[in-house]
């Protein structure tokens, strides 16, 4: 199952393969600079950082229609800005990563892209 839908990139690059490849590499590289930055706030427990960084990547996420991984943003965001437990928190962030990697992984396979 796709995790990921290029529909919305496709109207807007209007059908053109390289612009849409290239597209989806410049989203691998967000994604993963999104997870690395995430990652290195939590272990700060700067979750101000964290939920301004899940607030900014959204809009990203709507347009390759990636609705499960926006879901997993968006939850991580609510969590942090009702400053819910740690373990609740851990439980979140580590379903966000284990997503983002899963679309992060697709589109690599699906548009070749091996320098990330």
């Known amino acids: 199952m796709k995790l990921y839908n290029l529909q919305l990139v496709e109207k807007m690059c209007r059908g053109n393969q390289e612009q849409i490849?290239?597209?989806?590499?410049?989203?691998?590289?967000?994604?993963?600079?999104?997870?690395?930055?995430?990652?290195?706030?939590?272990?700060?427990?700067?979750?101000?950082?964290?939920?301004?960084?899940s607030h900014k990547i959204k809009p990203t996420l709507a347009y390759f229609g990636t609705d499960q991984l926006a879901e997993e943003f968006l939850l991580t965001e609510d969590l942090l800005s009702n400053e819910?437990?740690?373990?609740?928190?851990?439980?979140?962030?580590a379903s966000l990563k284990l997503i983002a990697q899963e679309v992060v992984d697709q589109m690599k396979n699906d548009f070749n892209i091996t320098n990330t």
Not at 24 to 50: R, S
Not at 84 to 93: F, N, R
């Open 84 to 93: 819910i437990t740690a373990p609740e928190v851990d439980m979140k962030i």
């Open 21 to 53: 490849a290239k597209m989806a590499e410049v989203f691998v590289e967000q994604i993963i600079d999104a997870i690395n930055e995430i990652e290195a706030a939590y272990t700060e427990k700067d979750f101000i950082k964290i939920v301004r960084l």
